[in-house]
């Protein structure tokens, strides 16, 4: 049934190195049959970690171009380089992002700055950028472009010590619905992704309960790259996948 396939396909991914982004270029070229001709732009700021993926990548036969950069300082980098390397962007994966936990009272402006460089001032501008790139590109594959985020359950229910986190996200998600606005008319697909606890770097320490209890990366990244393989005749606008017994 699933015999839909995207050719010469450029995809970003920002985040790439670890965590969720590494799931989806793991993902990705695991899926690389219905991805003829794929490219990957893989960016994140550890260099080790894109050097191995694109080794990876390799070995499947798969191009992949890397950038090692921080989207807090040059949020639109990826874009010009992956325009200037392969001439387009079909899809953008963003899939970077940062948190600062603790109580309410204890949080500080350092943690506040901290966090909306990254999930809100760089998103947006990353994100502009990319619908400005993919709004003069040709439609190819029936779209002409494709943007997924990774924001969070997050981003739509509040959590204890998640205040400046929750914040950011609920922010992504009001940038997503006003970008679906100009989205559309442009054949542009927009996908808000809101994963609840995954098993990432991200979390640090957990406990052998808390990890007993938490999605793979992977099962975030299977329904994300299925999503991609939409006939172009409709769009997912958002994914919830959380863990079988709920929350943490
Ligand atoms: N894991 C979960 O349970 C979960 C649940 C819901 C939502 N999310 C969201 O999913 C996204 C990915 O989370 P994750 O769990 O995969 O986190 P992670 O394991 O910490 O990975 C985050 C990735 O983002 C990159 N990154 C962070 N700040 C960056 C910056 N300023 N510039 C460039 N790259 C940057 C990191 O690369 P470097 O370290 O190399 O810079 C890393 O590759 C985040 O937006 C997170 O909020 C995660």
């Not at 899926?31 to 080794?55: D, V, Y």
């Not at 998640?162 to 006003?178: D, F, W």
Request: contains cysteine; glycine residues 8%.
């Amino acid at each position: 049934m699933n015999s839909l396939t995207l050719n010469d396909h450029v995809v970003i991914v920002t985040g790439a190195g670890k965590g969720l982004g590494e799931a989806v270029v793991s993902g990705l070229i695991e899926k690389r049959l219905q991805f003829p001709g794929l490219k990957l732009f893989l960016t994140s700021r550890t260099l080790s970690e894109l050097e191995a993926l694109q080794i990876k990548a390799k070995s499947f036969g798969v191009e992949a171009e890397v950038l090692a950069a921080d989207l807090a300082t040059n949020p639109v980098l990826a874009i010009e380089k992956c325009v200037q390397r392969f001439g387009r962007v079909d899809t953008l994966i963003h899939c970077a992002g940062v948190g600062r936990f603790g109580e309410f009272q204890s949080l500080t402006r350092d943690d506040l700055e901290f966090v909306m460089k990254t999930n809100i001032e760089a998103t947006f501008l990353l994100l502009q950028k990319a619908f400005i790139q993919m709004k003069s590109q040709t439609i190819q594959n029936g779209l002409r472009g494709q943007i997924q985020v990774i924001t969070s359950v997050a981003g739509e229910k509040p959590f204890e010590q998640s205040s400046i986190y929750c914040m950011s996200k609920y922010a992504q998600r009001g940038l997503l619905e006003v970008m679906r606005l100009y989205a559309y008319r442009e054949q542009i697909r927009i996908l808000e992704v809101k994963p609840g606890a995954a098993l990432t770097p991200m979390w640090g320490e957990v406990t052998a309960d808390m990890t007993s209890k938490m999605m793979k990366p992977s099962d975030v990244a299977i329904p994300m790259i299925d999503a991609l393989l939409l006939p172009p005749s409709a769009t997912l606008e958002t994914l919830t996948i959380r863990p079988l017994s709920g929350d943490l």
